[in-house]
């Protein structure tokens, strides 16, 4: 078979697998945020892969490991005086890295009754046994919106 050939069936046979892969980590994402929405911080951090090697940067500030990402969400969001918020997705885009990598970016914003707050994300999702996880989360933040009482 001539290369040309041999390249464009390669091609041909991996698009759908992408495109069912890519459709999976979107999946990921949309439960994360439906998660959130019901104030589930545990469904929402299913998202994550529950591994100490998991990694999460977001401003001067470095977490490695699931458990210290989780007492990081849980201390900001649902700490006395806290709230969780309304949080949306935007932006999305989902490429492939290898055949069990994925990279996501888009906008987040969290909306909540004093104040808006939002950024951008940038993922590196990972194909694990137990389905596709975030292993590296790089977010950052704007100002915070406050609202007028």
């Known amino acids: 078979m001539p290369r040309t050939l041999l390249a464009i069936v390669l091609i041909a046979l991996a698009v759908p697998a992408f495109a069912a892969d890519r459709d999976d980590v979107v999946k990921v994402l949309t439960e994360q945020e439906a998660a959130w929405n019901r104030g589930d911080l545990r469904g929402f951090m299913d998202g994550y892969w529950n591994s100490p090697e998991l990694s999460f940067y977001s401003g001067r500030d470095k977490r490695k490991g699931w458990k210290e990402t989780y007492e990081r969400f849980k201390k900001r969001y649902q700490a006395e005086g806290r ?25 987040w914003k969290v909306e909540m009754k004093a104040e808006t707050l ?3 994300f940038t993922l590196i999702v990972e194909k694990k046994p137990e389905g596709w996880r975030i292993v590296h989360d790089h977010t950052s933040a704007g100002e915070a919106q406050k609202k007028s009482p």
């Open 83 to 107: 709230e969780m918020g309304k949080l949306t997705f935007s932006e999305l885009t989902v490429e492939p890295l290898s055949e069990s990598k994925m990279i996501a970016r888009g906008r």
């Open 118 to 120: 939002d950024g951008l």
